[in-house]
């Protein structure tokens, strides 16, 4: 049963890591410190791992009761019965996502800089839509670049906006004052010496 997800705050999602006790310890600490989803992603080890990686973070989001996403793949996604996918422009169709997790599964799109493929994602059933990168990007370096206009612009999707890209406590609060509902954030948060502080700093965006 996918747990009720806040429509505000802040969006973990891993960065690349092949040692899975690590992993898993800095997620613990993100998921303690309180995030509203955590999205499972890691292009850094091989299908095998990913399903074993995967399992272990759904467990220890069970115990958060905080919603567990897994990046491009939505056959994993319906394997381990996960509470939903994030899916991007080359990561297959959302339509195939929602036959294959159900009416509750949550089914995040890419949207890139473009208010009408977020208007497509939404009329095949996104439940939410993500804009990026906003700025430059330690993890994404060639990601294409969205700007606050379209926050502006998409305030009548009719479902949570996700922003990505090279997010900090210092300019997240610009995103979610342009009207974005979460914000979404790889190295500002796993690469912190203190995951778990760094999700406090990025909290304060929403006060
Ligand atoms: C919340 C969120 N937004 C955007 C992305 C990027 O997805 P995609 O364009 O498929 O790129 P990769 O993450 O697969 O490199 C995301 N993963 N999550
Ligand atoms: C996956 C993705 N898509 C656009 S930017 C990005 C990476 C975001 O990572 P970071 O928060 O480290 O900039
Ligand atoms: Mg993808």
Known sequence: MTPCWP?????????????????????????????ALLQYRNKSVDAA?????AI???????????PLIINDDWRLAAE???????????????AAARAALGETAILGASCYDSLALARSAVDAGASYVAFGAFFPSPTKPHARHATL?????????GVPRVAIGGIRPDNG???VMA??????????????ADPAAAVRDYQRCFE
Request: net charge negative; hydrophobic share 50%; charged share 25%.
């Open 49 to 53: 791992t990913r399903r074993t990686q």
């Open 7 to 35: 429509r505000r705050g802040l969006y973990a999602i891993t960065a690349d890591e092949t040692d899975t006790g690590r992993l898993l310890a800095r997620v613990d600490a993100v998921l303690a410190a309180g995030v």
């Open 80 to 94: 381990i019965d996960a509470d939903g996918v994030h899916l991007g422009e080359d990561d297959g169709a959302l």
């Open 149 to 157: 206009d379209l926050l502006h612009d998409s305030a009548a999707l």
């Open 173 to 175: 609060r610009s995103l």
């Open 56 to 66: 272990a973070l759904q467990a220890a989001c069970a115990r958060h009761a905080v």
């Open 179 to 192: 009207g974005c509902d979460l914000l979404a954030v790889i190295s500002g948060v796993f690469d912190a």
